[in-house]
């Protein structure tokens, strides 16, 4: 969950570097062919079906559509907000993940969970300083977005011993692919080479953070695995003043440090219980 975060944010880091020269509908077209490219290689190379069963078609047309809504939400809310207030209202998922895990699939959190996704919540307010100066439809979009999100790590969970890894991606990206493209039709593309296999990175960043969360559901309950996606503001602020020049506040040391910490001591509290059930 670590890695699809980084991967996630180093695909956001692309897509800033190429906003002003290239629309959204293009980076979103390009963000899902690449995946589409490469998962088919690997399925083709592998033999594997590319749809998958049809019995299990509902799950991943729902994957793929509430996946591709989720991405336009947050895109829309990311250009009529704050970034800040985006920020913090799209990493509510961890706790719509949580809530949903627990009514389909009656998981039971740890008991350091709640006090671990608090103490994450509030870290990220310290770090990014939320304004709430927006409008209310961006916000809501935003938060539309993260419960979507949550609700696609259950699906996937519900997937994980169904599908393989890579027939769900796939999936995922073929559909958003083919969207993108027929919603691109009316812009002019007038990206230059440098621009092009700029967005190429945005594909491939895109296939590792869909691969390694596809991968997180299969190897643990959601409920175990969520919160860890608020390693991203780490990772954000780490790039941003790496390769943005953005010297991070003292408030967002304190609060990605906050974070650290308590994605430390959560971590090592699950190792201690799975040693305890052993």
Not at 18 to 27: A, F, G, K, P, Y
Not at 61 to 79: C, D, K, N, P
Not at 80 to 105: C, G, Q, Y
């Amino acid at each position: 969950m670590v890695v699809s975060s980084l991967a996630f944010v180093l695909m956001q880091v692309v897509v800033r570097i190429t906003s002003e020269r290239v629309s959204l509908i293009e980076q979103i077209f390009f963000r899902n062919f690449i995946s589409t490219v490469l998962s088919l290689l690997v399925l083709r190379k592998r033999g594997l079906p590319l749809f998958g069963d049809r019995a299990h078609q509902p799950a991943l047309i729902a994957r793929s559509s509430l996946g591709f809504i989720g991405i336009v939400l947050l895109f829309y809310a990311t250009e009529h907000a704050r970034l800040a207030d985006v920020n913090l209202f799209s990493k509510t998922s961890p706790i719509w993940a949580t809530m949903f895990a627990m009514a389909f699939f009656q998981e039971k959190p740890s008991k350091i969970f709640v006090p671990a996704l608090f103490m994450c919540i509030i870290g990220t307010y310290v770090a990014i300083q939320p304004s709430f100066g927006s409008e209310i439809l961006p916000l809501v979009c935003a938060v539309g977005s993260a419960a979507i999100t949550g609700g696609v790590q259950v699906i996937l969970s519900y997937l994980k011993s169904r599908e393989n890894v890579f027939t769900i991606v796939f999936h995922f990206s073929l559909f958003s692919t083919v969207v993108a493209a027929i919603g691109s039709l009316s812009s002019t593309f007038r990206a230059s080479l440098h621009d092009i296999l700029l967005l190429i990175f945005v594909g491939i960043f895109a296939m590792i953070g869909q691969f390694s969360m596809t991968m997180a559901v299969r190897l643990a309950d959601v409920s175990d695995i969520a919160i860890y996606d608020y390693s991203g503001i780490v990772f954000s602020a780490f790039f941003g003043f790496l390769l943005f020049d953005e010297s991070p506040p003292l408030s967002t040391i304190i609060g990605g440090g906050l974070i650290i910490g308590v994605l430390l001591l959560f971590g090592f509290q699950q190792y201690i219980e799975k040693q305890d059930l052993k």
